[in-house]
T-cell receptor, first 116, second 114 residues
């Protein structure tokens, strides 16, 4: 079965420090991986995705993610955190068994708190 | 930019009421989705539609139905609302299956059933 795990409910980082939000996945075929961010009382905003090619993917707001096939991970990173990065982050994987339909399976989410 | 609009952001309904949540997208996307978001559970798929009048059950369809009469509009219906359906509901849309087409989300509808 396809699944996504975000092992940390919350990540705390000081402003200016690098941040990492972890994600591991399980799929049968090649994974299509996504990161979304949700600010309070808002919908999900797309940050970045990995489909194929370079293992380091760059996205919106200075975020990037590294695909590691051997570790089945897709960790989200940013070199220097901002207080405004504080939000809920979701990792998602494309379900390869959804036939012709572009379904995503989501992790439970990780709350990022960046302190001044 | 893709725009997915959920007309009702905050609703309070009584147990047993029939509830309609409306969603409109402006990018001519074939696929539309309804997710439910609950703390600690992430997003769970209720229903999705891959074309007008076509629908497929997601992971938690019980207690819900959907309607897609026009390509741009996808409605979620709670036939008889119950308190355990109090949640945040998210509508989304995307192009059809292709190498990782991005799914775009609306702002969400907070539903409280009392």
């Amino acid at each position: 079965a396809q699944s996504v795990a975000q092992p940390e409910d919350q990540v705390n980082v000081a402003e200016g420090n690098p941040l990492t939000v972890k994600c591991t996945y399980s799929v049968s075929g090649n994974p299509y991986l996504f990161w979304y961010v949700q600010y309070p009382n808002r919908g999900l905003q797309f940050l970045l995705k990995y489909i194929t090619g370079d293992n380091l993917v760059k996205g919106s707001y200075g975020f990037e993610a590294e695909f590691n096939k051997s570790q089945t991970s897709f960790h989200l990173k940013k070199p220097s955190a901002l207080v405004s990065d504080s939000a809920l982050y979701f990792c998602a994987v494309r379900d390869g068994f959804s036939g012709g339909y572009n379904k995503l399976i989501f992790g439970a989410g990780t709350r990022l708190a960046v302190h001044p | 930019d893709v725009k997915v609009t959920q007309s009702s952001r905050y609703l309070v309904k009584r147990t047993g009421e029939k509830v309609f949540l409306e969603c409109v997208q402006d990018m001519d996307h074939e696929n539309m989705f309804w997710y439910r978001q609950d703390p600690g559970l992430g997003l769970r798929l209720i229903y999705f539609s891959y074309d007008v009048k076509m629908k497929e059950k997601g992971d938690i369809p019980e207690g819900y139905s959907v309607s897609r009469e026009k390509k741009e509009r996808f409605s979620l219906i709670l036939e008889s609302a119950s308190t355990n359906q109090t949640s945040m509901y998210l509508c989304a849309s995307s192009l059809p299956r292709a190498a990782g087409n991005t799914i775009y989300f609306g702002e969400g509808s907070w539903l409280t059933v009392v």
